[in-house]
């Protein structure tokens, strides 16, 4: 049966219908297009158009409502707001000038007072620290996500930013101290700054996370399938939700996992507060307007499971120290490995072979310690104990 016989018996639109009918929708979408760039040119007024700033929460707003926040503006010493082209960063150092010089990065959900109990124990033991908030958590703001992604490279001039505002000379070198995703950030930077890092050491950390933990909910939210504001709204609610149990972080890797419970509720710092990651992370959802949109877009472009090539640099970088001992940087020739033996986030054994597999055996040093995903909060004192360890050689 040919068209035109089907057409006639069956009394459907002409040719010349069934053309305005399929291209009237595209040319109608073309002519907003239009409409609308023709409005911005009209209006345009000769000076760029910077992107959105998600402003992080501010010292006049918290002041009425100070005991309800568990994470207070003057939480740890040291503290400075630093202006960087992308909004302003919190960051806090202390310590011995003349001591060791660590930096500490984060993960993808608590903020740096992740690391309170960690760095008051290595001040003690004469070091300087240096705590800083990623963009979008804490009180670091947050730029637009739609237009800067939070990668590697947002990640590194954030970094930069931070270690030139301090008035010691971090640019000389500096210990490398990263956590979950902030493990993640570490390895790629120092892989990208060798000369930088004077010794890495990563902590329960993304960057090797094998991609089948990802769950089917998240592959199918964070491929772009949905508008930025639908996933934004269905991220915040399973984030706020989600902090109330567990540690939000599991949220990215697997429906089927259960992050450390326990873990989630104990107390970050130990002056009697009873702040922990869960009630933080439930804190940034309703107080800090980038929280959510910044979260989404580190799952999405973060290094999280895709740093293989990095880590293999490090590796090179690594076995070219032990044959050339006047290389700058990872003076130990290895990086520091510590990971929770109770992790349900990034597990342990995998996560060990995946390291000395993509690194080589002898340019990783690997301790599994009590603990789970909250490693740094629950089980400081071993952590401390086996890094001070790292760097006197004696592991």
């Known amino acids: ?46 000076v760029p158009h910077r992107p959105k700033i998600y402003h992080a929460p501010t010292q006049d707003l918290l002041t009425s409502r100070e005991d309800d926040i568990p994470y207070p503006p003057d939480a740890l010493p040291g503290g400075r707001d630093v202006s960087t082209p992308f909004g302003k960063t919190r960051v806090y150092e202390w310590g011995a000038e003349s001591g060791r010089k660590i930096l500490f990065v984060h993960g993808i959900s608590t903020p740096c007072v992740v690391f309170a109990r960690l760095a008051e124990r290595l001040v003690d033991r004469g070091h300087r620290v240096m705590l800083f908030d990623l963009f979008g958590r804490g009180y670091s703001d947050a730029p637009d996500p739609s237009v800067y992604r939070q ?21 000389e070198g500096f210990t490398m101290a990263g956590y979950s995703l902030g493990g993640g950030i570490s390895a790629d930077f120092c892989s990208y700054y060798p000369d930088l890092v004077e010794s890495l050491v990563l902590i329960c950390p993304g960057g090797v ?8 909910v998240s592959k199918l939210m964070y491929n772009d399938l949905f508008p930025d504001w639908v996933v934004n709204w269905w991220m915040g609610r399973t984030l706020k939700a989600a902090s109330e149990v567990k540690h939000a972080v599991a949220e990215e890797i697997s429906d089927d996992h259960r992050a450390h419970a326990e873990n989630s509720s104990f107390p970050i710092f130990e002056n ?14 309703t107080a ?7 979260f989404v877009s580190s799952v999405k472009y973060a290094p999280i499971h895709d740093g293989h090539h990095r880590w293999r640099i490090i590796g090179e970088r690594c076995d070219e120290k032990r044959k050339i001992s006047q290389t700058r940087g990872l003076k130990e020739g290895k990086m520091l490995l510590l990971l929770g033996q109770q992790d349900v986030v990034i597990s342990s054994t995998e996560t060990a072979e995946d390291a000395a597999s993509v690194l080589g055996e002898g340019n990783v040093c690997t301790r599994i310690l009590q603990g789970g995903h909250d490693l740094p909060t629950v089980n400081s004192d071993e952590c401390v104990q086996v890094m001070t360890d790292f760097w006197a050689g004696l592991i």
């Open 209 to 216: 996370t094998r991609p089948f933990k990802i769950s089917a």
């Open 272 to 285: 009697g507060s009873k702040a922990s990651a869960a009630t933080v992370v439930a804190w940034q959802v």
């Open 151 to 171: 990668d590697i490279g947002l990640f590194s001039a954030q970094i930069f930013a931070v270690l030139s505002s301090s008035k010691v000379n971090w640019m």
């Open 288 to 294: 800090h307007p980038g929280f959510v949109p910044s």
């Open 1 to 46: 049966m040919n068209l035109s016989a089907f057409t006639t018996r069956t009394k459907l639109p002409s040719h010349r219908n069934w053309y305005i009918t399929l291209t009237a929708p595209i040319v109608g979408c073309l002519a907003a297009r239009l409409l609308t760039k023709l409005i911005s040119a009209a209006s345009y007024t000769g």
